[in-house]
């Protein structure tokens, strides 16, 4: 763990509503927007993908449903029950709920996901700021992998499930969990595949 202002997250969060690029926050309307300098920090497909990672399993929604208005957040609990917060992303907004005493007082209360979780998703219901995720970019597609190495499904892999995938950076490598060994019946012992 490492701390990290409200400001600092804010921003941090900003720039993957946004286009990447982490720039300082505008804290009035009629403040001069910040200039869109630098490199993002994320690709458009890793954005896309940290998003989706974060969508509130509480929607009960298959993942490659972009269509319906969608929740993506972090809850966190400092140590000793200090601060109790969450920040979430949902098209082009972001909300941060920070729960604490202002003398840094321990509550055993203060859990993120639920204390400042519920506030949060009830915030973007009542500012209706709830928005549908943005389609995948075009580097990602869905593939099937073995549900349980995670790794591209060899013959031998019976339980599969589909996942995301981007091209050219996500590993491609076939799963070495499964596969098929060789047994001699007579001794129930493995035998090499050359003796088979």
């Known amino acids: 763990s490492a701390p990290a202002s409200m400001e600092e997250i804010a921003s941090l969060y900003c720039s993957l509503a946004d286009d990447g690029i982490r720039r300082p926050l505008r804290y009035r309307l009629d403040e001069k927007t910040p200039t869109r300098d630098g490199k993002p920090l994320l690709s458009d497909a890793a954005r896309w993908l940290l998003r989706d990672m974060l969508v509130d399993k509480d929607q009960d929604m298959p993942q490659a449903l ?57 915030l973007f219901k009542r500012c209706g700021f709830m928005q549908k995720m943005p389609p995948p970019p075009a580097a990602l597609r869905q593939v099937e992998l073995c549900a349980v190495s995670g790794m591209m499904p060899s013959d031998f892999c019976e339980h599969r499930s589909k996942s995301w995938f981007i091209e050219g950076v996500s590993p491609i490598e076939p799963c070495d969990l499964h596969r ?17």
Do not use: H
């Open 66 to 122: 972009a269509t319906e208005n969608r929740l993506s957040y972090k809850t966190g609990t400092s140590q000793g029950f200090r601060d109790a917060w969450a920040v979430g992303i949902s098209g082009d907004k972001v909300i941060i709920v920070w729960l604490g005493n202002f003398d840094n007082r321990s509550n055993p209360s203060l859990l993120g996901r639920k204390m400042a979780a519920p506030l949060l998703k009830d």
């Open 180 to 196: 098929r060994i060789w047994v001699n019946q007579r001794s129930g012992k493995r035998v090499s595949a050359s003796d088979a």
